[in-house]
């Protein structure tokens, strides 16, 4: 909103004497004008110029209306300044900026009186914008960024301060590059530059971490040819009109002062004039420094010219000699013998400081291509022919656990058991492992981890991590009720689930599920109660230091409207005479019928970490499964061999099914089951809810066995065991691997391949694999109905997805991720194929999944799928829960 500037000069009558009183009118800075004009108490009233004393007013610019004029007071000349101050700032923000925070914004505008409090200055809010942009230019932009100001009335109404505005302040770091120029480069080969510049290229967009990235990496490949401090001018490039020209600063030597070592410059590989190369430098003192007892050292002053001064110094003697002998001091992590072989300095060479300095630096990197971090103050020396470079490793006194809400949820030691245990050397591989550790438990989010000193005088080496952490809802609770009508019958389903995967703090899971229906054969209770314990943390054996998995369940579900089959079919043919041999025509087939299952028992898992990322799981299950018949509407055949209902109306063989009496053969039979297993499991995946890179595989084994089976040679109840064996790969791959232009990290391409065979011929088909149309997403090829694909003994499928995380975080959602997905597999029994001699099943199609939450409570993630194949080219819409693998 703009602010304008009034002033009044009132009409002086004739008033003469001294000034007796300045007096001012409506701010609260009166002190402040008081300073700036130039009448004072006793200064003669025929001296004072009203006009000017109002525009030095005027120049504090804070002011909308200044009124000034002599009053004829009873105790003499009062000067009477009033003003109307401009609307006081409530609030400083600067928007769209990536290289700095809002509140280094907002100290940084503080300084120039930009801030919530003051007076609203126009012209200094004005003045900010260059303020901003000269931040940016020294921040390495090529281009003066566009800032723009909004000034913003705050609400009459609004709690804020009455009569306030709010500063925005909005940054445009982006613009166009069309084509990109270099000049001033003769070391590196063009396309060594073309390479670096190609992601900036062809995003066609300015992008301040790619060209800090592209700048790194230009002048790392200058600094690995020995040619330190050359590289991009970051000064002189430039971006103007979509054209990056960029310039390269590649440093000369100026001048070559070797006095004070006695050696003449004709000497050393370097020439006046040549390029600065501190590698050969250093070269060439190694070798010059042979037979001298003192050390020599070197200074390199840079010129703005782009010219280097180089100067040799000569230390007292016996500083330096000849090195007879190694000593490496403080290591414990990495081998003397590893660190002896990076350093520059040998048996046999004459010890120079500025030689032993770049030893040191070998000897950090060296640690740090481990993972490691030592002190980066070097600390060697020399001494009666001895080498002595010393390690101080830094180890983690302990850690500092901030929460961002007071009073958290969770145990600190959940957090800690999974990190490098104190007094432990500092690793950034290990501590980012047992990060990751945490954040797969799903209910930590860590935000930073940054080691710093432990201030412990006697132990310099000590660092605290602190760890910023931020707490994710974990509690669902899921209510569901369905209602539904057909002309011949309704039901009701309700179920009511909670669980919670951080239970009293500890990372504990527990979950509890009721439900109730009715169905053809009466009205129906389930339930089920699990309890799991991701690490058994007990003073036992080693249990504290090799995470051990528990987790129980006790269980009574029910499932209603399963579908019978004879076989692999779930059609028969209505005459019992023709069934044996399946010789009637389609169209004279029936629906076997429909049945209910309760499955009722217990099962206990228990797995230990024997790798990283490994876990090998045991686990048994046990219950009784009692099946029951539900009643269907039968069919008979009229004299035309069709199929019709009792009201005679031809019907489809769909909606019928066999007659109860007959149907009952096929009902699996009752009784107990139990199934034991083991299964080994790798996962590296950085996020199990929406994984970005890594891998899972799994490798499962089990037996099966039970007297839940009928005989069909005998009819009669009898016993079986089958052995079941499958695996999977899943693997993650971000698209800017690919694509470099795409550099959002939540495009992300997804594979996987599952196999699956059971070892047994005389068992349940129940428990045969459930391909095609299932909910498990091992076995699932999508766009195919249950009827498309039998239960199978033998599956194969691979799989590909392409995914976008929108992380669209609102009131009710936590994200929505939207991919798009090809299946293509092969399953062993498929209708109208022997088994074994099936054909390639494939779909496709696209997909969107929801992650609903509210409150602090985490629903279950939903996914909307529709998927298309060639028997169903119209496609099937399927409604699953869970995520995507």
């Not at 760890?467 to 539904?484: D, I």
């Not at 049945?595 to 686990?619: M, W």
């Not at 009952?664 to 107990?672: A, K, M, R, T």
Request: net charge negative; proline share 5%.
């Amino acid at each position: 909103m703009p602010f304008g500037i009034a002033y009044t000069l009132a009409q002086t009558p004739q008033i003469s004497g001294k000034l007796k009183e300045v007096r001012v009118v409506g701010t609260t800075e009166a002190n402040l004008i008081k300073a700036i004009i130039r009448s004072r108490p006793n200064t003669d009233v025929s001296q004072i110029n009203l006009e000017s004393e109002r525009n030095l007013v005027l120049t504090l610019g804070i002011f909308s209306e200044v009124t000034v004029r002599l009053e004829d007071q009873p105790q003499g000349p009062v000067l009477v300044i009033e003003v109307e101050e401009n609307p006081r700032i409530n609030s400083v923000t600067v928007e769209g900026s990536s290289i700095a925070s809002s509140t280094q914004w907002q100290q940084a505008l503080a300084s120039q009186l930009i801030e919530a409090g003051q007076p609203l200055n126009n012209t200094r809010a004005e003045e900010a914008i260059t303020g901003i942009q000269q931040i940016y230019a020294q921040s390495g932009f090529p281009f003066e960024v566009k800032v723009a100001l909004d000034v913003i009335d705050v609400p009459a109404s609004s709690e804020q301060a009455e009569n306030s505005v709010d500063l925005v302040y909005t940054v445009d770091e982006s613009a166009p590059i069309t084509d990109i120029s270099y000049e001033g480069n003769t070391v590196l080969d063009q396309k060594v530059i073309d390479d670096a510049f190609l992601f900036l290229k062809d995003q066609k967009r300015f992008d301040i971490a790619a060209y800090t990235d592209t700048l790194n990496e230009i002048a790392t490949k200058y600094r690995e040819l020995g040619y330190r401090g050359s590289g991009v001018d970051t000064a002189r490039t430039s971006l103007l009109d979509g054209q990056l020209n960029v310039v390269f600063k590649e440093l000369r030597i100026s001048a070559l002062d070797t006095t004070a070592i006695g050696v003449s410059p004709s000497e050393f590989s370097l020439k006046v004039g040549d390029l600065f190369n501190y590698d050969v430098l250093l070269a060439d003192i190694k070798r010059l420094s042979k037979g001298r007892d003192s050390d020599i050292g070197i200074d390199t002053i840079p010129l703005s010219t782009g010219d280097v001064r180089v100067s040799f110094r000569a230390g007292p003697p016996g500083e330096a000699g000849e090195i007879t002998s190694l000593q490496i001091e403080g290591n414990t992590v990495v081998s003397t013998e590893e660190i002896e072989t990076s350093l520059e300095l040998g048996i046999g060479d004459n010890f120079t400081s500025i030689l032993a300095q770049e030893d040191f630096n070998r000897i950090v990197e060296l640690y740090l291509s481990k993972g490691y971090r030592i002190a980066t103050v070097p600390s060697f020396n020399y001494l009666d022919g001895t080498y002595i470079q010393r390690v101080t490793e830094l180890k983690i006194a302990g850690y500092e656990i901030l929460f961002d809400k007071p009073d958290p949820k969770s145990d600190e030691s959940t957090i800690l058991r999974y990190l490098p245990k104190p007094g432990s050397v500092l690793n950034d591989n290990t501590l980012r492992l047992g990060l990751q550790n945490v954040i797969r438990q799903g209910a930590i989010e860590i935000q930073a981890a940054n080691p710093v000193s432990a201030q412990n005088p006697e132990a310099p080496e000590e660092v605290i991590i602190q760890l910023s952490v931020r707490e994710l809802p974990t509690a669902r609770f899921q209510p569901g009720l369905v209602y539904e009508t057909s002309a011949t019958s309704s039901k009701f389903n309700a179920n009511l689930e909670f669980s919670d995967s951080n239970f009293l703090g500890q990372l504990h899971s527990i979950g509890a599920n009721l439900t109730a229906e009715t169905s053809d054969i009466g009205f129906l209770l389930g339930a089920s109660v699990s309890y799991s314990i991701p690490w058994l943390y007990i003073d036992q054996l080693d249990f504290k230091d090799v995470p051990t998995r528990i987790a129980a369940s006790l269980f009574s579900n029910v499932e209603t409207d399963q579908v019978l089959s004879s076989g692999n079919a779930v059609s028969v043919c209505l005459d019992p005479t023709k069934r044996a041999d399946d010789s009637c025509d389609s169209a004279q087939k029936v629906l076997v019928g429909d049945y209910t299952k309760r499955d009722t028992g217990a099962s206990l898992s228990v797995g230990r970490q024997i790798l990283p990322f490994t876990l090998l799981n045991f686990s048994a299950r046990g219950g009784y499964s009692e099946y029951k018949l539900e009643p269907g509407s039968s069919c008979t055949l009229n004299d035309a061999g069709e199929l019709i209902d009792s009201n005679g109306n031809v019907v489809n063989g769909t909606d019928c099914a066999l007659p109860q009496g007959q149907a009952i053969d096929f009902l699996p039979q009752s009784g107990l089951n139990a199934f034991v297993g083991s299964s080994l499991t790798y996962d590296n995946r950085d996020n199990a809810n929406f994984p970005h890179s890594g891998i899972s595989a799994n490798v499962d084994l089990g037996v099966g066995f039970g007297s839940d089976y009928r005989s069909p040679a005998t009819g009669e109840q009898t016993s079986y065991i089958y052995t079941p064996i499958q695996f999977g790969v899943r693997t993650y791959l971000q698209t800017s691997t690919l694509f470099p232009e795409l550099q959002d990290p939540n495009h992300v391409m997804a594979f996987k391949v599952t196999a699956g065979h059971q070892f047994g011929a005389d068992y349940p088909s129940s428990r045969y694999y459930i391909v095609g149309d299932s909910y498990d997403n091992d076995t699932a090829i999508r766009g195919y109905n249950r009827s498309d694909v039998d239960r199978s003994q033998t599956y194969a499928i691979g799989t590909f997805e392409y995914r976008y995380d929108f992380n669209f975080d609102s009131f009710a959602t936590q994200t929505i991720i939207a991919y798009g997905f090809t299946d293509v597999g092969w399953a062993s029994n498929v209708p109208g194929f022997d088994s074994y001699a099936t054909p390639l099943l494939a779909g496709a199609g696209l997909g969107v999944q929801l992650n609903l939450g509210f409150s602090g409570i985490n629903l279950p993630a939903i996914r909307l799928e529709y998927g298309f194949s060639a028997n169903n080219p119209a496609g099937i819409f399927r409604f699953k829960v869970g995520p995507v693998f």
